[in-house]
């Protein structure tokens, strides 16, 4: 009976996805303007933020280079598009940010989790002052002005990687890795004990993880027509996607995207008018989030679900 | 010889006020396990306070603001670690888990005190004159001379606190091993939460000084909390004495690199910061 209900629930699942996907496909064809482009924000944001926690929630790593991935994927396509075409632009921003992670790992992944965080913490600082630095040494200039793409190309662009994305995190929490970083996580020492290559696990995953950080900054970049490495590189887009994981919660990957789309939606709504305030907001919502939430809001959302059915099992 | 005698003096002055902040830092991540990103948000705070105070009618004298601005921080980071972070570890089942959700929770008190300092203040860039005329042979002006006076007599004063008087003893005996120092009658708590405070009072006064010498504006904060982490690193995570060493490092590092070419402090400063991890990732002083 308990596995019937179950694979029924899955199934209802499994036809929502369906669904919402067919939905974004039909979207900039249903309408135009303004909805395609609010969709391919959104869909940023559930890129870094899934990205963020494929590493992030197992590991308990805290990253804090998320904007220094995505501005470098951001710069790329900025200097590459045009000359060369868009997808190859994507793919090259991909492999920047795997490479740069790889390095950045294996300079601290070996040491204590706080190391990898300070140092995570500035590179977007340290990589927007590099690139200055070149620039000024090379193009003495300051800005770039990029080859533009359409809304429907990065928008579709924007939705390939996220299913990409998601499918990657998927495969991989279900993976003997995924098991291995779980595993980290929990008792760092324990996981090395049971033959687990510890730093090697981690670098790759963090380094995973970080292609599509870049991937989408690239995409982003296309939609702007001049940027310099003040645009590129933000801290907010380190920031962001953490507060989202938090509000959505960490538990699975549906509840990223949900913290990221209504942050995103919500964003979209105060930020031209009142940026202060939705800054402000977003502060508060995340300090009670971790008090009173642990879960994130899909936490909440299955407790208060287990409530009403009047069950008396622990949320999952 | 000039040159260098400028350097070295605007050096240590830069190096007194990040280990100010860095000792703040390094209470706050040592002693009470907070990686508080929202550091520098305190250190413009104190900044507006003795701006608002000294172009204020009352025009307030800013050495007596920055007794102010550290006082109003210090009592901020009380109330924070009582309620907040008290909180988090009463319902935390692991110290790793504490440091991982009392960080980003000090990412939720940067968005807060960034914003409301925006909404009241804007983002515009603000400064005051104050004492800004050369001594004498020098061409320091003489608000950087007293500002580094200042730092000196605080860290003096903070380092007889730390190793003279019974609270110094208690917080370094918790640096060393907490659970030890409550068996020994420590109120762990207390110190927790007057190590925390001190960390933002420290941060009050350094943007107190900062204020006089610099303008300000509300982003300024970020800048400074990147440089305090390094120097924490620098110095060794957790120890005191290796903050205010890491402290000066960087800031006399910075001098001398600023005076060259300006754009290259922050790649200057990874440099150290990746060497070090490379050769000794526990830090100058660490155990």
């Known amino acids: 009976m308990k596995i019937n209900n179950l694979s029924t629930t899955r199934w209802v699942g499994l036809g929502l996805l369906l669904v919402v996907l067919v939905v974004l496909v039909l979207l900039p064809t249903i309408t135009e303007g303004y909805l395609p482009v609010l969709v391919t924000d959104i869909l940023k944001f559930v890129i870094l933020t ?42 090259i921003a991909g492999i920047a940010g795997f490479v740069v992670a790889l390095l950045v790992g294996a300079l601290t992944l070996r040491l204590r989790a706080a190391y990898f965080c300070i140092f995570t913490f500035a590179l977007v600082l340290l990589i927007s ?56 996580g929990e008792h760092e020492e324990a996981a090395a004990h049971s033959g687990i290559n510890v730093t090697r696990t981690k670098v790759l995953v963090f380094a995973v993880s970080s292609i599509f950080m870049g991937m989408a900054g690239a995409i982003i970049a296309t939609r702007r027509a001049y940027i310099d490495p003040g645009i590129a590189f933000s801290m907010n887009n380190t920031f962001l996607p953490v507060l989202m994981a938090m509000f959505g919660g960490m538990g699975n990957l549906l509840g990223p995207v949900i913290g990221a789309a209504i942050f995103t939606y919500i964003g979209e709504l105060l930020l031209t008018r009142f940026p202060d305030l939705y800054m402000l907001i977003f502060g508060v919502v995340l300090i009670l989030a971790i008090l009173f939430m642990p879960n994130g809001i899909l936490g909440l959302g299955q407790q208060i679900w287990a409530k009403l059915r009047g069950g008396r099992r622990a949320p999952a | ?108 008190l940067y968005y807060v005190v960034q914003n409301i300092a925006r909404i009241i203040w804007g983002s515009e860039n603000r400064g005051f004159v104050f004492l800004n005329r050369t001594v004498t ?17 605080i860290a003096v004063a903070f380092y007889l606190f730390l190793s003279r008087t019974r609270m110094g003893k208690a917080i370094r005996a918790s640096t060393q091993d907490r659970t030890t120092a409550g068996l020994m009658g420590v109120n762990i708590h207390h110190v927790l939460a007057i190590c925390f405070a001190l960390g933002l009072g420290l941060a009050g006064i350094a943007g107190s000084l900062i204020s006089t010498i610099l ?73």
């Open chain 1, 129 to 184: 002052n590099v690139v200055l630095e070149v620039e000024r040494l090379v193009t003495q200039t300051r800005g770039r002005f990029v080859e533009t793409e359409t809304v429907e190309a990065a928008y579709y662009a924007m939705l390939i990687i996220a299913v990409l994305t998601l499918v990657v995190a998927w495969l991989i929490r279900r993976s003997r890795h995924g098991l291995a970083l779980q595993s980290i």
């Open chain 2, 215 to 287: 303008a300000i504006q509300t982003s300024m904060g970020l800048s400074y909390v990147v440089i305090a982490m390094i120097v924490v690193v620098l110095g060794g995570l957790g120890s005191i004495t290796g903050a205010m060493i890491g402290g000066l490092i960087l800031g006399l590092v910075s001098a001398l690199v600023t005076y060259f070419q300006p754009s290259m402090t922050m790649i200057a400063y990874y440099v150290i910061f990746i060497i070090l991890l490379l050769v000794r990732p526990k830090g100058i002083m660490g155990r």
């Open chain 2, 1 to 108: 010889m000039t040159v260098l005698r400028d350097i070295i003096i605007t050096g240590l002055l830069l190096g007194g006020i990040y280990a100010l902040v860095s000792v703040g830092l390094s209470l706050q991540y040592g002693v009470a396990r907070v990686l508080n990103i929202s550091h520098g948000e305190f250190i413009m705070v104190g900044a507006f306070i003795t701006y608002v105070l000294f172009t204020s009618s009352a025009n307030i004298h800013p050495l007596i603001s920055l007794v102010i601005a550290g006082l109003f921080t210090f009592i901020i980071g009380w109330a924070l670690h009582s309620t907040l972070f008290r909180r988090l570890m009463d319902t935390s089942p692991s110290m790793e888990i504490f440091e991982g959700k009392s960080m980003l929770a000090s990412f939720g």
């Open chain 2, 137 to 153: 042979g020098a061409q320091i002006p003489l608000n950087r001379l007293v500002a580094l006076a200042v730092v000196i007599v």
């Open chain 1, 50 to 91: 899934v990205a963020w926690v494929l590493f992030a929630a197992p590991t308990g790593y805290m990253s804090l280079a998320t904007g220094a991935f995505y501005g470098l994927g951001f710069y790329i396509a900025a200097v590459f598009n045009g000359p060369v075409p868009f997808p190859i632009v994507i793919i």
